[in-house]
């Protein structure tokens, strides 16, 4: 029986809660598809750096690169510890130090939910670039505190880097609808978008039997509303992406909806997967966060693992859920409710 280990994060507010439903389905479903799922919690958090001063200890990485892969909750605790301390301190470190470039975010409306959009019929895989670019972390502040002082915020694009994730896309537009969209907004960043839009135009000689087209990434994000089923695969900037990947969420329903997966595509290191909101401390500990985006998540995680049957059969199972109106309103379910409803569809 094969058999797969799985770092568990929950981090912070409701990761926890939707961290524990996503494991029972997960669980559930490896055990009816005949592998086993093995974790391994660890409590690194915004409450672990209060304790500790870190967000996680210092060999964090290499005890997580024994793993099969990493499933994560949410880190955040913006009244007690910076966003910027817990970001730099545990997410950007892990999807840097296991190249994990590749961040794949679906968007599409699962039967039951309400969009805010006219449109219903799309079907939108955003792939952003996940470890430079905007978010290199490059830069400084001097004269802090004075009416003198200036911060600098640089850029990082490698041609190894661009090159890398505009591939990866142009690989999922090959197995999708045959359609990429490539953000850039080199009308006004005319060194780093003007190179992301000719390592664009380069490799598109390759992939001639994929339509591709660059947007600016204000023209995207009114295409996004105004004709998302025009859509299919989306490659971005890390910024960029960040961005757009949370107007994906708003129309697909909402943050409790929106899985993601930071893949190392190469697998010389563990992928970690996780939804894309918050730690919603607001709700934290109420027993109402949707945990839909962290079991899509979930089922993203087993697929990139080699389970495709087991990953098909949790979204099938959120399907069921949804269609029967569990889960689609936001706070109107609790989070062991819907939990519940995708085990039984499970069965």
């Excluded at 209060?50 to 099969?68: H, I, N, Q, S």
Aim: aromatic share 8%.
């Amino acid at each position: 029986m094969k058999s797969y280990s799985i770092a568990l994060i929950p981090g912070d507010g409701i990761g926890q809660d939707v961290t524990d439903a996503a494991w029972q389905v997960l669980s559930t479903v490896a055990r009816h598809s005949g592998f086993t799922l093995t974790s391994t919690p660890f409590p690194w958090s915004c409450a672990f750096y209060k304790e500790t001063g870190a967000m996680m200890p210092e060999d964090g990485l290499e005890t997580l690169r024994r793993f099969d892969a990493i499933l994560l909750g949410a880190v955040g605790w913006p009244a007690e510890v910076p966003d910027s301390v817990s970001l730099h301190g545990l997410l950007l470190p892990i999807r840097k130090a296991f190249m994990q470039y590749a961040n794949i975010r679906p968007h599409r409306l699962l039967p039951g939910v309400q969009g805010p959009l006219k449109a219903e019929a799309f079907d939108i895989l955003c792939i952003r670039e996940n470890t430079e670019g905007e978010y290199s972390g490059a830069g400084g502040r001097v004269h802090q505190g004075t009416a003198d002082e200036v911060a600098v915020e640089a850029s990082i694009f490698t041609r190894a880097g661009v090159e890398r994730i505009l591939r990866f896309g142009f690989e999922q537009a090959r197995q999708r609808r045959g359609k990429l969209a490539s953000v850039t907004k080199s009308n006004a960043q005319k060194f780093s978008m003007v190179f992301w839009d000719e390592i664009t135009r380069e490799l598109a000689a390759e992939y001639a039997d994929v339509e591709v087209t660059s947007y600016h990434i204000d023209a995207m994000a009114a295409r996004m509303v105004m004709a998302p089923e025009t859509l299919d695969v989306v490659v971005a900037s890390n910024l960029f992406g960040d961005t757009l990947t949370d107007l994906g969420a708003a129309i697909q329903g909402g943050l409790g909806f929106a899985a993601s997966a930071n893949i190392n595509p190469d697998r010389s290191a563990p992928s970690m997967f996780e939804p894309v909101h918050g730690s919603a401390p607001d709700i934290a500990h109420l027993g109402i966060a949707n945990p839909i985006a962290a079991i899509w998540s979930g089922a993203m995680m087993i697929d990139h693992l080699g389970q495709q049957d087991a990953s098909r059969r949790v979204m099938a199972a959120l399907e069921r859920t949804t269609t029967r109106g569990i889960g689609t309103v936001p706070g109107r379910d609790r989070t062991e409710t819907i939990a519940a409803a995708v085990l039984a569809a499970l069965d």
